[in-house]
C-alpha cells in the first residue's frame, strides 16, 4: 500500500513567517514534496513558481479568486449576476496554475446573498452554478487541469456559503458529468456537517481529488486533542486506494514545524526520509 502524500497549506500553515517565499522555505526544510495555497494572486506567477522551485516543492492545489471580499463575498461560482466576474477570476486562476505547473484549481462556490432566504435562492444559485462548471470544465480541459468543489461547513465556518455538504456537491458533480471536475473532501468540513465519515470516504472516493486535513473542532493539527482519529483515517484512505494529495489545511497551536510531530511519526512508521525542523 502506497503512504499518503502530504502538501503544506501555506494559507495556514507558518503563520510566524510572512511571504510566501518564506513559508515555501519553511515548508521544503520541513520535509514536504507539496505545497497549496489559496489566493497566490499577490505574487507574479514566475517569481512564485520559482520560489516554489528554490524550496523543492511543486504547488499542488490553488482557488479561484473570492471576488469582493470587502462586500463579503467568498467564490463567484453559484452568485447570481456574477458569471462574467467568474470567468475572469477562472482565467486567472489558470495563468496562474500553468506557470507553477499545479494540476488542480478549486472552483469556489461562493455565498448565498446576505439577506436571501438559502431555500428561496437554491435553485437559482444551482442553475448558475452548473453553467459556470460545464464552462470551467471546457476551459481546465484544454490546458489538462482539474477542477475541484468543496463542501464548506455552514455550523461553524461559514454560516452563509453555498455549498456545504458532500451530498449535494456530488449531486452537482453528476449533472454536470465532466471527468475532469471532481470532489475536495476537506475532513474538518465533513466531520462537522455529516460526520460518518468511514462510509462517506469509502462512498465518495471515486470522484474525491483532493483530500484537507484538521482536528474537530478547533481546527488544530491532527495529532491534536479533538474528536477525530487521524492514524484510523489515514489508514482507511490507504487502505481505500487514495492517491492525491493530503493538504494540512490546519490552524497550528503553537510553532509550525514543532507541531508537525504527528507528520514526522507518520513519514517514521512509513519510512519517508524527511528533514528535521
Given amino acids: 500500500m502506497a503512504p499518503l502524500r502530504f502538501s503544506a497549506n501555506l494559507s495556514w500553515l507558518f503563520p510566524e513567517l510572512s511571504g510566501l517565499p518564506a513559508r515555501l522555505r519553511a515548508a521544503g526544510s520541513s520535509g514536504f514534496e507539496a505545497a497549496e495555497v489559496a489566493w497566490p494572486y499577490a505574487e507574479p506567477p514566475e517569481a512564485l513558481a520559482r520560489s516554489a522551485r528554490d524550496a ?4 499542488v492545489l490553488i482557488n479561484t479568486p473570492p471576488g469582493d471580499q470587502g462586500k463579503g463575498e467568498m467564490g463567484l461560482g453559484a452568485v447570481p449576476g456574477r458569471q462574467a466576474a467568474f470567468r475572469e477570476g477562472l482565467e486567472q486562476a489558470v495563468l496562474y496554475a500553468k506557470a507553477l505547473g499545479c494540476p488542480s484549481i478549486h ?9 436571501a432566504d438559502r431555500a428561496a435562492v437554491k435553485s437559482e444559485m444551482e442553475t448558475v452554478f452548473l453553467e459556470n462548471l460545464r464552462h470551467a470544465a ?122 508537525l510531530s504527528w507528520l514526522r511519526s507518520y513519514w517514521d512508521r512509513r519510512g519517508h526520509p524527511h528533514a528535521s525542523p
Fill in 107 to 115: 472552483l469556489m462556490a461562493g455565498r448565498v446573498p446576505w439577506g
Fill in 56 to 59: 523543492g516543492l511543486r504547488l
Fill in 138 to 259: 471546457g476551459v481546465l480541459a484544454q490546458e489538462n487541469l482539474v477542477g475541484l468543489l468543496e463542501p464548506i461547513n455552514t455550523r461553524i465556518t461559514d454560516p452563509q456559503y453555498f455549498l456545504d455538504t458532500p451530498q449535494q456537491a456530488a449531486a452537482i458533480l453528476e449533472k454536470v458529468g465532466r471527468p475532469n471536475l471532481q470532489l475536495q473532501m476537506d475532513i474538518f468540513h465533513w466531520q462537522i456537517m455529516d460526520g460518518n465519515l468511514t462510509g462517506n470516504i469509502q462512498k465518495f472516493l471515486p470522484i474525491i481529488g483532493h483530500v484537507q486535513v484538521a482536528q474537530v473542532p478547533g481546527r488544530g493539527e491532527p495529532g491534536s486533542p479533538g474528536e477525530l482519529n487521524f492514524p484510523y483515517l489515514f489508514q482507511l484512505l490507504e487502505d481505500e486506494g487514495y492517491k492525491g494529495f493530503v493538504g494540512c489545511e490546519y490552524r497550528p497551536q503553537g510553532d509550525t514545524a514543532e507541531g
